[in-house]
C-alpha cells in the first residue's frame, strides 16, 4: 500500500512541543515509520486576527481503515488541547490534524472527503506536501502536488522554518 498524506497545523502554545507529541501518537496507527516533511510558517487564512500558523506534511503507510484513522487523529487532537465543539471555524488551536490524501482513494462520503476538499486550494499545505512528495498524482486527478503548487491560486504567504 502506498503512503496516506496527513497535516498538522497549529498556533497556540509551544507548537514545536505538540508537532513532536502528535508525530509520536502517529506512530501508533502507522504500519511504516513516517516521511515528515520541514515545518512551515503561513498566513492564517479565513477565522478572526490571529498569530501565523506552523504546518508541517507527515506519511505513512496506514494500519486502519480511512474513516478509523479519522477517530484516532479526532483522539490525538483532543489529547492535545482541541475542543471542536468550542472552537471558532478557522480559528486559533493547538492542534489540527487532516486526511490530505489516501492511497488511490476518491470519497465524497459526508464524514471525510478524500482527497482533502480544500488540498489543491491551501499554498501552506501544498508547500510542505511539495517538498516530500512532489510527484505525487493527487487521486482523481491527473497531476502531480508539484503541479498543482505551481498552479495554486492561494496568494497568502508560506514560509519554511529552520530546523
Request: charged share 20%; net charge neutral; hydrophobic share 40%.
Amino acid at each position: 500500500m502506498a503512503y496516506a498524506w496527513f497535516s498538522l497545523g497549529g498556533n497556540v502554545g509551544d507548537v514545536d512541543e505538540t508537532f513532536a507529541s502528535a508525530r509520536r501518537a502517529l506512530r501508533d496507527l502507522a504500519v511504516t515509520p513516517p516521511r515528515v516533511s520541514p515545518m512551515y510558517a503561513s498566513q492564517p487564512v479565513g477565522g478572526p486576527d490571529q498569530p501565523p500558523f506552523i504546518n508541517q506534511v507527515v506519511g505513512f503507510r496506514p494500519r486502519f481503515s480511512p474513516h478509523a484513522t479519522l477517530r484516532g487523529l479526532w483522539h490525538i487532537e483532543r489529547d492535545h488541547g482541541r475542543s471542536r465543539a468550542t472552537e471558532v471555524r478557522w480559528g486559533p488551536r493547538t492542534l489540527d490534524l487532516d486526511i490530505l490524501i489516501w492511497p488511490e482513494t476518491v470519497s465524497a462520503d459526508p464524514e471525510l472527503t478524500l482527497p482533502h476538499p480544500r488540498l489543491l486550494a491551501r499554498r501552506f499545505v501544498l508547500t510542505p506536501l511539495a517538498t516530500v512528495a512532489p510527484d505525487l498524482v493527487v487521486p482523481g486527478t491527473e497531476r502531480t502536488v508539484a503541479q498543482w503548487l505551481a498552479d495554486c491560486p492561494d496568494t497568502h504567504w508560506v514560509k519554511r522554518l529552520d530546523p
